[in-house]
């Protein structure tokens, strides 16, 4: 089976503190379910009931109720504006399993992109009527590599009365995602490109809430980690070879943990002289391994890329060209992995007394990853050595 990736980016309006459009994601067995819900207006109306409508669309499709009866549930609930005659809240649905199988529901939202093969694919939209208002259904039959992205009408209007007229064309909006599509990158890079082009659009400034979701299908790839010796020195080689015998690229975050793995392979550890980022120390290298960093301050720094590429509002292009290894780190965990496997060892380093770096800093920085990974949805296993 494949990985389902997925990001997004939620930009507020000036000036509001709350976000009118809301994500929600629920995972059942293998199926995972996303909506896009947006609140008419803005402001904290808007955030409720676009909330109201995100989080009873999941809670449903969680417990495996027909997709009819959840549609009928959120419009014969969510009232009509008497002044625009419109939905206060209008919404899309993306449900996809494992092996790329599932459907899209629309409503009033504008239409989701398709990219296959870097090329724009158009969706099979079939019309129902529910409450008298129209919904279009799409089947997925999706195949690695290929990419959903569906987005808030703050898109559609981003730089009207600013940089453009009349904000951007929906088929310019397909144009600019065919154009910026990556086979191998993360869906959260995807939907951030988008969202960034839209903040430049408004000035830095939004004059609606903006909104965009990117669903991927992605070939499982394992990342696997090793943080620290172990505690007992005799377990050194039963430790690295489990660690070895993971399929999938290996890390390793530490000099001594270097100096470990490079003892039981039996091969050489050498060190760059380059400072890419001052602020993180050079990486190193050693033959079968396809990152060699240091410890606790890389890992603080990888820990601030996490958060940042975490955080919805967060309106830059998430991504990592650096070659420090904070930035190669958080490339391979972020972008490069849907499971990530990591080995943490706890024996302390005595190096580091007085430096205000103890084992403690370092089991925390690893809990908070552990959190960010699990909240992207990668498949995550920790053991402690």
Known sequence: ????????????????????????????????????????????????????????????AAANVPIADCIDTIIDSLPVCKVRGVAYATFTVVSVDERGRGYIVEYDNPPAIYIRDGRLCPLERQEKIYGGKKVFFSALEMKEGDQIITTSDGVVHAGIGMSLNFGWDVEEIREFTEIHYEKSGAAMTAASVLANACYSLYGKECGDDTTVLCV??????????????????????????????HEGKHAVCGGTSSQVVARVMKKELTSSFDFPDREVPPIGYIDGIDLV???????????????????????????????????????????????????????VNLAHEGLGIDNKSKLDIVVKLLKILTALGKKVEVKYY
């Open 1 to 60: 089976m494949s990985f389902v990736d997925y990001g997004y980016v939620s930009l507020n309006k000036k000036r509001e503190e709350l976000c009118g459009d809301r994500v929600e994601h629920t995972v059942c067995g293998d199926v995972h379910t996303f909506v896009l819900a947006d609140g008419l207006g803005s402001g904290v109306k808007a955030n409720i009931l676009a909330t109201l409508t995100s989080k009873i669309l999941c809670t449903m």
């Open 216 to 245: 991927k299908l992605m070939p499982t790839r394992t990342l696997n980690i090793m943080i620290g010796p172990p505690v007992d020195p005799a377990r050194d080689e039963s430790v690295v070879g489990e660690f070895l015998a």
């Open 293 to 347: 960093c240091e410890g606790v301050l890389t890992l603080k720094k990888t820990l601030k890329y996490a958060e940042d590429f975490l955080n919805p509002a967060y309106p830059e292009i998430k991504q990592f060209r650096g070659k420090d290894g904070a930035s190669l780190l958080a490339n391979l965990i972020l972008c490069d992995s849907g499971s990530v496997n990591i080995f943490v060892g706890r024996n």
